[in-house]
Structures are given as structure tokens and as C-alpha cells.
């Protein structure tokens, strides 16, 4: 598959996610090193935490012997993960009309979020689209009945005329460095289909500046060292509970670079799902105002610059007070070093609703609250 965007510095934006070569084994176990805390009790100078609680938390199987009195707990491993999440993932045959062969084909992957039919993928899978086809786990087709997309969040839903689909659950928290990771997706082949990969969370918070139009906005990302391949776009990134920690949408690509994949965190796609279900579009809120942004900064090197405002677009922002050369320090207190910045403090905002910037003007501290416009 050819990638549809080429980065600077090695990063392909393609059609490009996360699969394993059919045969591999997978390493037995893996097991999520989360920080608990729970309901506990003291009893004759001992700490009790209810079983129920950790297995919830940990995920797992544990059961209760009344004739022994014990209790045996089994953590989850790759393998139980990945029986517990595969009737989820599905595989996106996607046909685009007018190529110079008549018709060109790609694949893609995705997972149900509604037992109802909706699926989520990646917009770059479902782009050009002419015709939109879904095998689910079972081999099942079924015709897209209708699709949203969103190439700046690269983010898209499908729906099928299904019902007793099992969606997947997200995780509530953001994941940590070093978290083991599963992956499912289709690589290359319908035969291939919930092909898995196994890594780690190698960082969280990563942002990097792609190519515009489909890159133009920028949200941070999980970085994972799940190999990826062309196919498996769109695919969920799994913990060790079976709960989704992102969309895997880019991996890294040359001759020195090994392992390097991104993926779209959990709350950017729970985020992306209530938009599109209640306004058929992602409904992004703005400042109102261009922003310079220090090269330094943008590349996380120390000694950069704050953000300069160049251009105040919105009667919002003017209304507000903001001026060109205006700096900005932070969004409702949330420090913001980069355009990135920005977006992650918008990220869960509307437009209409107003935000507390901390800025300085004409060498003074000030604060301002300004009305969000739809960016």
C-alpha cells in the first residue's frame, strides 16, 4: 500500500497500522504494572483489599473455594486479551473509483464502539471512498450503510446494518510508559485478518507537525513500539485488561528507524465519537487568534519561546482585548508552550464557550477570557 502523505524526518501519515506477521508467537505473559488504589480494611493488624476490586482493576479471573477458604486470582495474558477483544475488530475493504486502473482497493481496520452498528477508523482508510465494505470476526460482509470522517483528527465512524455487536470498553485513565500493549488489525490480506502485535508504551503526550491539508491540526499521541504495517489502519491499541488505549494511525519509516508507531489516544476518540453521533462532524472550538509558534518549541528543544499572537481573527478575540504581539502563557491555567498545546486544552471544549487565557501585553501579566469560535 502506498502511503497517501511522506513526513519530514522519516514519518509516513499513510495508510499505515498495526499487524504481525501470521506464525509469530507471542510472549505468554505481559502483565499492566497499574497503580491501584482501593477500599481497604484492617483487620487483626492485616490490610484486606476486596478480591472483586483488584480483579476489576487488574482485569483477570479469580475465583473463591468456600472448602479451602482461598482464593485464586489468574491475570489476563496476551492470549486472554486477545480472545476477550478479537469479536470486535473488523477489517474495512475500501474501493475508490477513478484511478487510472478503474478501481483501486485498500484495506483498513477498525473496532465496533455500539452494538448497534457503529464502528470506529481512521479517515484516512475511508478517504476518496466510492463503496465502503465491513468483514466482521465471524467473515461476516456487510455494506457501510454511512460514514462520518474527520482528516484533521484522522479519526472516522461507519455504520453497518447490525445488531448484537460487541464493542470495546476504553480505558478511563491515560496509560503509562511502559504498559504492555496488544494490537489487532488486518495486514495486508482479508487473510490475515486480527493479525496481533505486542509492545509496550514507549511515551504519551508526543506531538509532531504533519503535512496539511489532513495534518493541519495536530493531537498528541501515544507512542508504542507495536510493529506496524500497511493495512491495519485504524486498528485498537489494547491493555492488558482488553480496554482501549488509542487508534494506531502512523508508524515511523527508514532505514534507521525501528518500531516507531503513534496512536490516537482514548479520550481523543471518545471525544471524536460524541461529536460525530451528535453533529455528524467534529465540532472544533478556536481561539480566534493566528499564533507564531518558536521552531524550538515545536521540536521540544530547550530555551524556546512562547507563543505570539499575529493576527487577531475573531470579533471575540478582539472583543477581549487580545493584540497582535500579544504572548500567550496558558489556557484556563493549563501552561501551553505550542499550537498542540492548544488543541489538547480545546480538545474537550465548544465552540461558544469561553476560556480564561493568561497573556502578557505591553510587558504586563493579564488575564483575559475570550469566546471559543468553530475552527
Known sequence: MKADHVRKKGLCCGLLSLAVMSGVTLPAAAHAADAATMKAASIDGKVNVQAEAMQQWFGGDGTYSSKTQMYSYMPNDVSAVIQKVGPSVISILCIVEGSEEGKDYRLGSGFVVREDGWIVTNAHVVKGASNLQVVTSDGTAYSVQKWYADEAIDL???QIKASGLKPVTFMKQAPQVGDPVVA??????????????LGIVNGIGRSYTGEPPSWSYDYKKIQTDAALNPGSSGGPLFNMKGEVIGVNTQKGIGDDIDNLGFAIPADTVQMAIRHF??????????LGIELEEDYAASEGLPGAELLRVTAVQSEAAKQAGIREGDVLYAVDGQQVMTKTDIIEALKLRLPGQRVSLTMQS???VVERTVALVEG
Do not use: C, V
Not at 489487532?184 to 502485535?197: D, E, H
Not at 453521533?277 to 478556536?286: E, Q
Open 156 to 158: 472516522a465512524m461507519l
Open 184 to 197: 489487532l488489525g488486518t495486514p495486508g490480506s482479508f487473510r490475515l485478518r486480527n493479525s496481533a502485535t
Open 277 to 286: 453521533m451528535n453533529y455528524g462532524k467534529i465540532k472544533r472550538a478556536d
Open 362 to 364: 505591553d510587558g504586563d
